[in-house]
C-alpha cells in the first residue's frame, strides 16, 4: 500500500496556490488601480507578499514530496 | 458621529460617516471574486485533510490519539493552534487596543511559564502513565470519583468554550462580512464536524497545522505594514502617549504597583499569582485540549518537546495580535467602543480592531487571506475542544461507566457520532451566549471554575505521594464549589468584589485572577487535609504517575542542542528578557 503525503506538503500547496492567487491579484492592481486604494498601497504589498507566500510553498512541495509509510 | 477618514477603504469609511444606527450598520469589508476563491478554496481543502486521512483512522488509538505518531513539531504547531481560537485572535487584539501593552502578559506570564513546566516536570507523568486523557490520569491517580467529576466538568467546559468560539466567529464574520449569523453557525459547524468525524484527532491536528501557518501568512502583513506607516516602535510609542496623553498604555509592569495606576486595574500580584500561576498553569497543565495534541507525539522527548516549541511560538503572537491593537491606538482617526455602547451608537467596538487593521491596508486577494486566517483561528479552537470532548466521553464517561468491553470498532464509531453531537450541543450555547454579556468574561469565569482546581488536584498528585484519593476528589470538589461560589457572592453584591481581589481598586478583570487563586488555594488545602486524614495507596500503586516512584527512561541519546531542557532554558530567558525591555 503506498504511503501517506505528509502534511507539510498539503502545507506547501495551500500556500503556493494563495500565493500565485494574491501575486496575480497585485499584478492586476498595477495594471488596473483601485478608485480607492488601502494605505500604503504604492508598496504593492500583494506583489511581494503573494511572491513570498509561493516561493515558501514551493519549497514545502519540494522537501516534502515524497510519501511516508 | 464618528469622522470619515481618507486612510479608510471605501466600506469602512463609509461606515464611519454614516449617523449611528446598529439597524443600518453595513458590514466592514465588501469580497471580491478573488477574496471568495481563497476563503471557498480554504473550506475545500480543510473537508479534503479529513477525507484523506480516514482510512487511517480505524482503531481507538488512531482516532483518539492520532496514533501516537506525531513529530515534536506537528505536536507543538498543533498545540499552539488549537489555543489560538477566537479569542486569542479578536479579544486580545480588542484588549490590546483598551488596556494597551498589559494585554501582551496573557501571551507571555499568562502562558510561556505554565508551558515549559508541562514540558519539563508534568509531561513525562502523563505520557509514561500511557494515560489517553487528563480525566485518564486522575482515575490511575485518584480512582473513578475524580475521573467522574473532572470528565462531566470537561465535557460541559468544552461544549461550552467550543459554542463561545462558533457564536465569536459567526459574530465577526457578520459585522466583518454581513454574513447571517445562523449562516456562519452552521456552516462552520458542519465543515468542523465533517473533518473531524472522518478522521478524528489526526484530522483536527493536520488541519490545525495548515490553520497555524494561515494565521500567520494572513495576519502578519498587518504588523509589518503598520510598522512602516507609523515609522518604526519609538514613533509608535511617542504617538499611543501622545494620543492618550498618558504612559501607562506602553508598560508592561511599571504601573502595576497598585489597582488604579494601570488601564486593566489589576495588581501585580494578580498577575503573577492568579494570571501567571493559577489560571495560566490550570489551563496548559490540565486542559486536555491542548494536552490531547502533546500526547499524540510518537516519542517522550517528543512529547515533553510539544510544549516547549509551541511556547517560541506562542512568545511571538503579539505580533500579529497586540501589534496590531497598538498600531490602532495610533492610526485610526477615531475612538473604539466597548461592545454595548458600539452597539448603541453604530460605532465600532474593540473587537473589531483586527478587521478595522485589515481593510485599512490590504486589497483584494490579501483581504481574503486576512479573513481566511481569522475563520482558521476560529476553526482550530472549535475542532480542538470537539475532538477533545469526543475522547473524553468516549473513553472517560462511555467507556468507564456505560459499556466496557465493546469492541475498537464500537468506540471509533461512538468517538465519531460523539463529535457530530458535540458539535450540535455547541451550537446550542453558541445560542445561548448571544446574551452573555462579554464573551472574554464568560471564558474566564468557566477556566476559573474548573481549570484552577483540577490544576491543585494534577499538581499535587504528581507531586506528592501522601496524596489519596479521597483527599483528590474532596479537594477538586471544594475548589470547584469555593470558585462557583465567588462567582454567585459578587453576581449577588458587587461590591463583594473588594473582599475577593483584597482591594476596593479592583475592577472586573481581577475578580477572575483572585477567583482562579482562591479556588486553587481551598482545593489543595482540602486536598492536603482530607489526605493526611485518609489512608494513602501503597507505594506500588503510584509506579509511573507521582514524581519519585516513576522511572524516567535513560535519557534518549540527543546532543545537548536536542534536549527539551535546553530548549525550555533558552525560551525562559528570551521570555524573561523580553519583560524587562517591556517592562
Known sequence: MPGKRTIWFFAGLLLLFYGVVILSAGLWEIRFPPVHPPMLFELHAPIWWGALLAVLGAVFIYRNNGRQQ | ?583
Open chain 2, 1 to 583: 458621529m464618528v469622522p470619515s477618514s481618507p486612510f479608510l477603504r471605501p466600506s469602512a469609511a463609509a461606515m464611519c460617516a454614516m449617523p449611528f444606527s446598529a439597524s443600518a450598520k453595513p458590514h466592514l469589508i465588501y469580497l471580491s471574486p478573488v477574496d471568495a476563491i481563497i476563503i471557498v478554496a480554504y473550506f475545500a481543502f480543510v473537508i479534503f485533510i479529513g477525507f484523506y486521512v480516514r482510512k487511517s483512522s480505524k482503531t481507538v488509538s488512531d482516532f483518539f490519539m492520532a496514533g501516537r505518531e506525531m513529530t515534536a513539531w506537528i505536536a507543538g504547531l498543533s498545540f499552539i493552534s488549537a489555543n489560538l481560537g477566537s479569542l486569542e485572535l479578536m479579544g486580545w487584539a480588542g484588549s490590546a487596543y483598551q488596556y494597551g501593552l498589559l494585554a501582551v502578559h496573557a501571551y507571555w506570564i499568562g502562558a510561556i511559564p505554565a508551558m515549559l513546566f508541562l514540558g519539563i516536570v508534568m509531561m513525562p507523568f502523563y505520557y509514561i502513565s500511557r494515560t489517553h486523557s487528563v480525566p485518564g490520569y486522575l482515575h490511575l491517580r485518584f480512582g473513578n470519583s475524580a475521573r467522574a467529576f473532572s470528565a462531566v466538568t470537561f465535557a460541559l467546559m468544552t461544549t461550552l468554550m467550543s459554542g463561545i468560539n462558533m457564536y465569536s466567529m459567526a459574530l465577526v464574520m457578520k459585522v466583518v462580512l454581513g454574513w447571517d449569523l445562523n449562516l456562519s453557525i452552521w456552516l462552520s459547524s458542519i465543515v468542523v464536524a465533517g473533518y473531524v468525524a472522518l478522521g478524528g484527532l489526526r484530522s483536527a491536528i493536520y488541519n490545525e497545522i495548515l490553520q497555524f501557518v494561515l494565521i500567520w501568512a494572513g495576519a502578519l502583513l498587518i504588523p509589518i505594514l503598520g510598522m512602516i506607516e507609523v515609522g518604526g516602535w519609538s514613533n509608535l510609542r511617542r504617538q499611543i502617549e501622545t494620543n492618550l496623553g498618558r504612559s501607562d498604555y506602553m508598560h508592561m509592569w511599571s504601573g502595576l504597583g497598585h489597582f488604579n495606576q494601570n488601564p486593566m486595574g489589576v495588581h501585580w500580584t494578580g498577575v503573577v499569582f492568579g494570571w501567571g500561576f493559577v489560571l495560566a498553569f490550570g489551563y496548559f497543565t490540565t486542559d486536555f485540549l491542548v494536552i490531547q495534541r502533546a500526547l499524540s507525539a510518537r516519542s517522550l522527548r517528543a512529547a515533553r518537546m510539544a510544549p516547549i516549541i509551541g511556547a517560541g511560538f506562542k512568545m511571538m503572537v503579539p505580533a500579529i495580535v497586540i501589534l496590531p491593537g497598538l498600531l490602532a491606538l495610533s492610526v485610526l482617526p477615531f475612538h473604539l467602543l466597548p461592545e454595548g455602547a458600539a452597539l448603541a451608537t453604530g460605532g465600532h467596538s474593540y473587537n473589531e480592531v483586527l478587521p478595522l487593521m485589515l481593510v485599512r491596508y490590504c486589497g483584494p486577494g490579501l483581504i481574503g487571506l486576512g479573513v481566511t486566517a481569522l475563520i482558521a483561528g476560529f476553526m482550530a479552537g472549535m475542532a480542538g475542544n470537539v475532538s477533545a470532548f469526543s475522547t473524553v466521553w468516549t473513553e472517560d464517561i462511555y467507556r468507564a461507566f456505560i459499556n466496557r468491553g465493546a469492541r475498537d470498532g464500537h468506540y471509533v464509531a461512538m468517538g465519531r457520532w460523539c463529535t457530530v453531537v458535540g458539535v450540535l450541543i455547541s451550537v446550542g450555547t453558541a445560542y445561548l451566549v448571544q446574551h452573555s454579556a462579554s464573551i472574554m468574561d464568560y471564558a474566564l469565569q468557566l477556566f476559573s471554575f474548573f481549570m484552577a482546581p483540577l490544576f491543585g488536584t494534577v499538581l499535587l498528585g504528581m507531586l506528592w505521594k501522601r496524596a489519596t484519593d479521597a483527599g483528590g476528589f474532596w479537594g477538586l470538589l471544594a475548589g470547584t464549589g469555593t470558585s462557583i461560589g465567588l462567582w454567585v457572592w459578587v453576581e449577588r453584591a458587587p461590591s463583594a468584589l473588594r473582599y475577593v481581589a483584597l482591594s476596593s481598586d479592583a475592577k472586573g478583570m481581577a475578580e477572575n485572577m483572585y477567583r482562579a487563586l482562591w479556588a486553587w488555594i481551598v482545593c489543595v488545602v482540602v486536598t492536603i487535609v482530607v489526605s493526611l486524614l485518609t489512608t494513602p495507596r501503597p507505594t506500588s500503586q503510584l509506579a509511573g504517575l507521582v514524581f519519585g516512584e516513576t522511572e524516567m527512561p535513560a535519557a534518549e541519546h540527543a546532543e545537548w542542542y536536542e534536549r527539551p531542557l535546553f530548549w525550555a532554558a533558552s525560551i525562559f530567558v528570551i521570555f524573561i528578557a523580553l519583560n524587562i525591555i517591556f517592562w
